[in-house]
């Protein structure tokens, strides 16, 4: 076997913090099993639900439970029968890439758009049905929402904006100032009560808006990518807010990314859509450790796991043309995929490695085909205290690798990349995992 470059010890998975709650989850699809094609997208199963020791009949209200919603616009079907569940106190995100509905049900949970079918309830409350018979109005729904764009009223001063809800709500003149100085307390921006939005930066318009949202004390707090306005620093710093308020208010918050490392951080339940579908729901860790689609494996981690497209030729996981130019072992096919049958392969990103000559076909192998493949070295940044590599296959295909130091290499220098004895997931024709992912809930 050749050296390696930047070998590592055994692969370890970076750890997300643990859920706001601590609380054992348990999610129907934890269990890693092949669906029948199709499965996963379907509307008719049952709603998909995270429980948390911390629901009880006493705080459902605030619990968000969606069944088969759809949303069409003319021939498009924006949101194609979704269902979930989740707890009062939860902090869902939607997580999923540009035009996969998102804001489309933020938007239906909010009352600013009818769904065209099934239902949404608030608690024990049905707020909304796609047959009409049901629709509270969105003032009604005891749900604040704050869009990326702040929407503050430039002609009035903080603390005005700020009151503003609760006076439509016709709260008493004393507990509105006791309420508004509560909130600028808490958003730390007391000291601007009296100054115009002009006056004040984009971080500070966000907070003054996010304190109109909480002000009327809702039960379900709405965020539509509300850092995306805001440089990197201070997303970071608004995100450890929005975690102590989502905290301090004790309500249940629904919020749209498509960043899924703000989804990983800030989670205790993720909805990854596609295609106006749920593609995986489940606590942060489950759609990391167990990805039930080649597409949630791809948009989950720091950096996503590799996957390659691979054909079963005699009983083994054959990945060859274009991606990878040259034939490539990936080991036995797993029960349950045919002879034939075109799958996916999936390598996390600290189950590949470098080395700089070809490695020696393994003694015992009885195909002779390789098990690594050539690359040219692309870039690499630092993780912590470990650092992301990108190599290029022939076909353009970007394969990344977590090292434990940097490698000595120059963008387009010729590398071999390292397979280990067989994949760490393999996906069938339909996307779906096919057994139990190797290492499973372990890695
Ligand atoms: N008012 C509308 N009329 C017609 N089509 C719409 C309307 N609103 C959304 N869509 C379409 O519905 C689909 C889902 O849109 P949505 O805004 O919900 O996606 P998203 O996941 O939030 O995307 P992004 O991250 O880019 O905001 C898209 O194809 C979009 O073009």
Known sequence: MADLIGSSPAPVLPEPPPSRKDSPLKD????????RPGAVHDSTTPATT????????????GSVTVTGLRKDFGDSKAVDGISFTVPAGAFLVLLGPSGCGKTTTLRMLAGLEQPTGGQISFGDRVIARGDGTANVPAAQREAG?????????????????????????KWAAGRRRKRVAEVLELLAISELAERYPGEISGGQQQRVAIARMIAPE??????DEPLSNLDAKLRVDTRGELMRIHRATGATSVYVTHDQVEAMTMAT????????????????RQLLENPRTAFTSTFIGTPPA??????????????EGPTTAARLDCGPAPAGVA????????????????????????ASGQT???????????????????????????GGDRLSMILPSPVDLRPGDPVHVVFPAEPDAVFGSDGVVVGEAVGGAGR
């Open 28 to 35: 129907p699809h934890t269990t890693a099993v092949r669906a």
């Open 50 to 61: 995270l429980t948390t020791t911390a629901t009880s009949p006493s705080d459902c209200s």
């Open 145 to 169: 929402l704050v869009f990326q764009s702040y929407a503050l009223w430039p002609h009035k001063t903080v603390r005005d904006n700020v009151e503003w809800p609760l006076k439509v709500a």
């Open 218 to 223: 809702p039960k379900i707090l709405l965020f």
């Open 269 to 284: 339940h993720v909805a990854l859509m596609k295609d106006g579908r749920i593609e995986q729901f489940g606590a942060p």
């Open 306 to 319: 590799n996957v390659l497209p691979c054909t079963v030729t005699g009983g083994r996981l054959m990945a």
């Open 339 to 362: 002879e034939g049958e075109n799958v996916q392969v999936m390598y996390r990103a600290t189950s590949i490695m470098l080395a700089p000559t070809p490695p020696d076909a393994p």
């Open 368 to 394: 002779g085909h390789r098990t690594a493949l050539d690359a040219l070295y692309a870039d690499q940044v630092p993780l912590a205290d470990r650092w992301v590599v990108g190599v290029d296959l022939p």
